[in-house]
């Protein structure tokens, strides 16, 4: 098997693993009430997943493989998709946090909990985009 | 202006008779980066494009060229 065909393989296990971590961090928001979050247990568990989802974006993430793999795995065109998930990162933050803003204006969220609601949102958005587009781009 | 990059990849690769995956290695790519740049999703750097154009044994204005309307 030559690295072109690791480099495949390994960037379609990537996407996926992408997608799964954006999955952890939706059913997170969802299942953690507010007032659980204050717990050691429960903040460990989401600063744990929030480290891992961000490091699956980074050029880091792929330590293991032969360096030769590595470098296809993060060539130019990786680097295209990891700006573009980056750029609708940006906007889901603007976004969440304006929608947050409107809806909160009575309610008096926790600021952890708004902090964790717009981490999720932008950190999920870099997620899925990032996966489309290397998914796509292997079609 | 808008301006998009036309390409002839995919028919100096077939000249050769190269797979993707083929020409990906030559030039040190992943086969995703060749496939989008045949595709004309991705507008490869100078140094890639002049990497292919000589796996590809061409110009590199052959194969790129823009394609601009007003």
């Known amino acids: 098997m030559s690295n072109v ?13 992408c997608y799964m971590m954006a999955g952890v961090l939706l059913l997170q928001a969802i299942v953690i009430r507010p007032d659980q979050i204050g717990s050691l247990g429960r903040s460990s568990m989401w600063v744990a997943t929030i480290l891992m989802a961000g490091l699956c974006l980074t050029p880091f993430a792929g330590w293991a493989v032969p360096r ?3 470098r296809l795995l993060n060539d130019e065109g990786t680097r295209q998709h990891r700006m573009i998930a980056m750029t609708a990162a940006f906007w ?14 009575g309610a008096n969220l926790p600021v952890m909990q708004i902090v964790r609601l717009i981490v ?3 950190l999920g958005a870099a997620l899925v985009t990032f996966a489309t587009l290397e998914l796509r781009a292997g079609r | 202006m808008n301006e998009t990059l036309l390409n ?19 030039v040190g790519v992943s086969r995703k980066t060749i496939n989008t ?9 100078t140094i890639l494009a002049l990497k292919l154009a000589a796996v590809l044994e061409r110009p590199v204005e052959a194969l790129f060229r823009i394609s601009g309307s007003r």
């Open chain 2, 37 to 45: 740049v045949e595709n004309g999703v991705f507008v490869p750097s």
């Open chain 1, 68 to 70: 030769g793999v590595r």
């Open chain 1, 120 to 122: 999720t949102a932008s």
């Open chain 1, 5 to 17: 065909q690791r480099a495949d393989a390994k960037g379609i296990q990537r996407a996926i693993i």
């Open chain 2, 8 to 26: 002839t990849l995919k028919d100096e690769r077939e000249r050769l008779g190269l797979t993707q995956a083929a020409l990906a290695e030559r």
């Open chain 1, 92 to 105: 889901a933050t603007l976004l969440s946090a304006s929608v947050i803003t409107l809806l909160n204006a």
